[in-house]
Structure formats: structure tokens, C-alpha cells
């Protein structure tokens, strides 16, 4: 059977976040505690862009690793995998300066049910919010 030769393209967006992640988790297979930023439509799946990451106060320098979870247990580690990580600066919270954020393309389809899950090496104080945009087939 030949592959698909017709571009596909997503039909409704698709924008999902973590609010508050300030807690750090040193595994790096995806275990442990982690938070969920996006979830693939579970019936054709989902294509993740870019995640947005902005610090909400002051925080130490950190890492943030992402993780594809298959959309079971992640206390399995078989069932995630570390698909990228982006250094995060120590920031300090102003009234007068804005405080920088970063993306973080991605550019990936997530199948049916699978999950895009985040971690911090370090807690910090503040936190920060990730936000993911995507959208479904």
C-alpha cells in the first residue's frame, strides 16, 4: 500500500498548559512526578508545534525536559521517552522589566492518546507556566 501523498494538515487547534510547575524531578526516564501540557485527540491524534515557556517570579537556573508518554502510567519508564530539554536562566521577578521567556519547537505528531509531559531539574520559587500549541487532525 503506498504512503500518503497529500499533506496533512491540522483541523481545530489544539492549546493546552501547566500553570504552576515549581517541583524539581531528577529522573530522567520520566518517571516520578511530572506535569502534563499536552494530551493528543484520542481518536486521530495531534500535532504539537511549539511549547512556550514563561518563568512567573523568581526562580534559580533550571532545566526543563519533555517527555513523550505512549498515554500510560509514566511511572513506567518504558512508557516515556525524552524527546528534548531547554536550559532555563535564573530570572528575577520586576515590576519594570519584563521577564524573558523561551519557546521550544517541536514540531512533532503525537498519536492517539499520547502525552506530552514536563519535569524541572531544580525547584524554584516562582515557577513557570508551559504552555503548548498544537492542533488536532
Same mark, same amino acid.
Given at each position: ?5 497529500? =499533506? /496533512?494538515?491540522?483541523?481545530? $487547534? ?6 504552576? /510547575?515549581?517541583? $524539581? ?8 512526578? #511530572?506535569?502534563?501540557?499536552?494530551? *493528543? ?9 511549539? &511549547? ?11 532545566? &526543563?525536559? #519533555?517527555?513523550?508518554?505512549?498515554? $500510560?502510567?509514566? *511511572?513506567t519508564a518504558a512508557n516515556n521517552a525524552l524527546i528534548a530539554? &531547554? ?11 519584563? &521577564?524573558?521567556?523561551?519557546?521550544? =519547537?517541536?514540531?512533532?505528531?503525537? =498519536? ?26
Open positions: 500500500m503506498p504512503g500518503n501523498t497529500s =499533506p /496533512i494538515f491540522s483541523k481545530v $487547534a489544539r492549546v493546552e498548559w501547566a500553570g504552576g /510547575i515549581t517541583a $524539581a524531578n531528577t529522573a530522567k526516564d520520566g518517571t516520578g512526578t #511530572v506535569d502534563t501540557v499536552f494530551t *493528543a485527540d484520542a481518536t486521530n491524534g495531534s500535532y504539537l508545534q511549539k &511549547l512556550v515557556v514563561r518563568p512567573k517570579g523568581t526562580n534559580v537556573a533550571s532545566v &526543563l525536559r #519533555v517527555f513523550l508518554n505512549n498515554g $500510560a502510567s509514566n *511511572a530539554e &531547554l536550559s532555563l536562566p535564573a530570572t528575577t521577578l520586576s515590576e519594570v522589566a519584563a &521577564l524573558s521567556g523561551n519557546e521550544l =519547537p517541536l514540531n512533532i505528531p503525537v =498519536p492517539p492518546g499520547y502525552r506530552v509531559q514536563v519535569t524541572l531539574g531544580t525547584a524554584v520559587a516562582g515557577g513557570y507556566a508551559v504552555t503548548g500549541f498544537g492542533g488536532d487532525y
